[in-house]
């Protein structure tokens, strides 16, 4: 039985469900100010399970709005200040919470050859056990990078490598559980959009990987309200912050208070996939010169050139193009030797 108090805890956070809850007629969509004192009260543990999971899904149902994402994200914001500080400048912020199905992360081999420039990057997921996908953070593992379990590490990778991966348990137990409601639920929540919003520890620049059509211009739309500084958006390769080179992307950019998308054109005209062929040795391979992969060419090609975009201010797709050349060729080829 709970207590009194309990009962009054809870009792705060019932209002919300009530509102998304009302039915067809009675039922809104939470304020801004609304959504961050919901996701206030979760992250102080003062709701039970089942008001969060019930929560959640109502959203889900009909897939936040703006105003509810940038209501979580500066509750989220908020709490994540007042943890220890990292003590170190963090240039991109880049979540990768979706995993691959049919390909490779190339994107890690963007990021890496980013921070081989000296970029500070730090890169956030979340593992789903049993799922038919491969998540960044066993690459990372698999490759023989560290994965990061607290800030002093974190600070000092990016010292070393500038590069740092952490997992999101490891940035906060709380938003880990709440990921992991998709054991019970079955689905994901909008939690997943937070993640990539929330950018934890306060990087100059941030890209957002997304997959639902519209998820795009939510994500734009918030970081306007949120008056952040610089952000790159895009639908990308299974929900990564990677550029399909098979597809045509169209990138959503909010910098210097402004937003603007422009629509790059796929790089491949036949379909190079190799779903087939997951062996972490084509990232490897590729990644010091040894065998040119063809998917892995353009889908780093083009992901290094969209973030180098954002980072130096380069609108044109040919000039971020020539960006990359530069990148490219100062990767520290003997980055993964200690595997080989």
């Known amino acids: 039985m709970m207590s009194s108090t309990q009962i009054r805890m809870t009792n705060d956070f019932t209002q919300y469900v009530k509102i998304l809850g009302r039915g067809k007629k009675g039922a809104r969509s939470l304020t801004a100010e609304e959504a961050e004192h919901a996701m206030n009260l979760m992250l102080s543990g003062q709701v039970a399970p089942e008001q969060s999971g019930a929560f959640w899904m109502l959203i889900r149902i009909r897939e936040e709005t703006v105003e509810e994402t940038v209501g979580f994200t500066k509750a989220a914001r908020d709490y994540l200040s007042k ?14 919470y979706a995993g691959k199905r049919n390909e490779l992360p190339w994107f890690l081999l963007a990021a890496i050859a980013l921070a081989n420039t000296g970029v500070n ?20 593992q698999q490759l023989g990078l560290a994965v990061c379990h607290s800030r002093t590490q974190l600070k000092q990778e990016l010292i070393d490598r500038h590069f740092a991966y952490i997992p999101l348990a ?14 019970v639920l079955g689905l994901r ?15 100059a620049h941030s890209v957002h990987g997304v997959f639902h059509r519209g998820y795009d211009q939510l994500h734009l739309s918030a970081c306007e309200q949120l008056g952040d500084e610089s952000v790159l ?21 909010w910098q210097n208070n402004v937003a603007s998308w422009s629509d790059w054109p796929k790089a491949e005209k036949e379909h190079k996939r190799l779903k087939d062929n997951l062996d972490l040795s084509r990232l490897t391979d590729h990644w010091c010169g040894n065998q040119l992969d063809q998917f892995g060419e353009q889908a780093v090609r083009q992901t ?37």
């Open 304 to 340: 290094i050139a969209s973030v180098a975009g954002l980072l130096y201010g380069v609108t044109s797709h040919e000039d971020c193009l020539v960006l990359v050349d530069d990148i490219w060729s100062k990767r520290d080829r003997a980055y993964f030797d200690h595997i080989l």
């Open 83 to 96: 943890k220890e500080p990292l003590k170190a400048k963090v240039d991109l912020d880049w979540p990768a």
């Open 170 to 183: 490891d940035i906060d137990a709380s938003l880990g559980s709440m990921m992991d409601l998709k054991y």
């Open 233 to 253: 958006v895009f639908r990308g390769g299974n929900g990564e912050a990677e550029v399909n080179p098979e597809r045509d992307v169209a990138l959503g950019k």
């Open 121 to 140: 990057i730090v890169m956030h997921g979340h593992t789903f056990d049993g799922e038919n996908r491969i998540y960044v953070e066993y690459v990372i």
């Open 189 to 203: 929540s909008p939690v997943n959009t937070v993640v990539r919003m929330m950018n934890p520890f306060s990087a």
